[in-house]
């Protein structure tokens, strides 16, 4: 069975920065395309960023240059460091693995940032 835990979130004041991870247990983390999402309240959930099995990444424009996807294929283990935060920024912010075609299949549970002076 494949688990998504995510971590690292927290309160931070605007300007400040947070690194968030998301171990994986089960599976081949290797083997897939991973990526984060964050939902605000009220709002639908968002992509943020992906990157590929080769470690390529890709954002959602309004964060790229500010935030930075990366992997650990050795420790199994999705990061996500967010820097120059902002309360636009704060939300649940959600790990997933890809299928082949790129539909995210499985989600983490969840951590909560919280951007407030």
């Known amino acids: 069975q494949v688990q998504l835990v995510e971590s690292g979130g927290g309160l931070v004041q605007p300007g400040g920065s947070l690194k968030l991870s998301c171990l994986v247990s089960g599976g081949i983390f290797a083997d897939y395309s991973m990526g984060w999402y964050r939902q605000a309240p009220g709002k639908r959930r968002e992509f943020i960023a992906g990157i590929s099995i080769g470690g390529s990444p890709f954002y959602k424009p309004s964060v790229k240059g500010l935030f930075n996807i990366s992997r650990d294929n050795a420790t199994n283990t999705l990061y996500l460091q967010m820097d120059s935060l902002t309360p636009e920024d704060t939300a649940v912010y959600y790990c997933?693995?890809?299928?082949?075609?790129?539909?995210?299949?499985?989600w983490g549970q969840g951590t909560q940032v919280t951007v407030s002076s």
């Open positions: 997933e693995r890809e299928t082949l075609g790129g539909t995210p299949e499985l």
